[in-house]
């Protein structure tokens, strides 16, 4: 027990990362990337809502009709999103809001969450809901964070709005804007995979991706047919 709860919690930080593995989430992964801060706190705003809606829905998923889950599913994440975006509101640094800006709501909409609540949440218990839900979203809010520190070091030469190389004063534009953010996610996956296949090829092994991960396995796209 201890261990399936323990590979419930490790899989979203890399076996199946959301978004170095399953490339889901690409929408906020490119668009706010542009410094750590961003990528950090767009990541730990989608955990908190993660964690909140897996424990809901699985409390619920077993009293919910199956024609309308979905929808169900819906109003309970919009309702956690709700809640985080009135807190950062409150408390985050006005220029982190500011900077999230329209991506906090559509929390809502993120594959990441409704693609758990499906596939995980409603098929499992609150706990493990939970630890599944504090994986996927610490996974997501690592990669968002590690592609941040690489285009905001490329572009100015800081990391987390801290000068590392004072001499330089005039910003590279490509890492900050959309098409150098496509090149360094593609140089992060490459690495990704050489690592796994030469761990592989270490072990004796034949290195296969992880199997269940495709769209034969996805059912969010039948949903209209139920």
Request: with cysteine.
């Amino acid at each position: 027990m201890k261990n399936s709860c323990f590979n419930d919690f490790i899989k979203g930080i890399w076996k199946e990362n959301p978004v170095l593995v399953l490339l889901l989430g690409t929408c906020p992964t490119l668009a706010l990337t542009s410094s750590a801060t961003n990528g950090a706190g767009m990541g730990l705003a989608t955990t908190c809502v993660l964690i909140g809606s897996n424990f809901v829905i699985s409390l619920i998923a077993g009293i919910t009709p199956k024609k309308i889950r979905i929808p169900v599913y819906i109003v309970v994440i919009a309702a956690f999103v709700t809640v985080v975006d009135l807190l950062m509101q409150a408390y985050a640094p006005p220029a982190l809001y500011e900077a999230l800006g329209i991506f906090i709501p559509l929390i809502v909409v993120n594959c990441i969450v409704l693609g758990r609540a499906e596939a995980f949440a409603s098929k499992n218990s609150p706990f493990r809901s939970m630890l599944d839900g504090f994986g996927m979203g610490l996974g997501f809010t690592l990669a968002l964070t590690l592609i941040g520190v690489v285009r905001e070091f490329l572009c100015s030469g800081a990391v987390f709005g801290i000068k590392m190389i004072p001499g330089w004063t005039t910003d590279f534009l490509l890492p900050g804007a959309a098409p150098g953010a496509f090149i360094i996610v593609g140089v992060i996956l490459a690495i990704k995979n050489y690592c796994n296949r030469r761990a592989a090829v270490k072990a004796g092994k034949l290195y296969v991706p992880p199997q269940g991960l495709d769209c034969r396995n996805c059912h969010i796209c039948s949903i209209s047919e139920d």
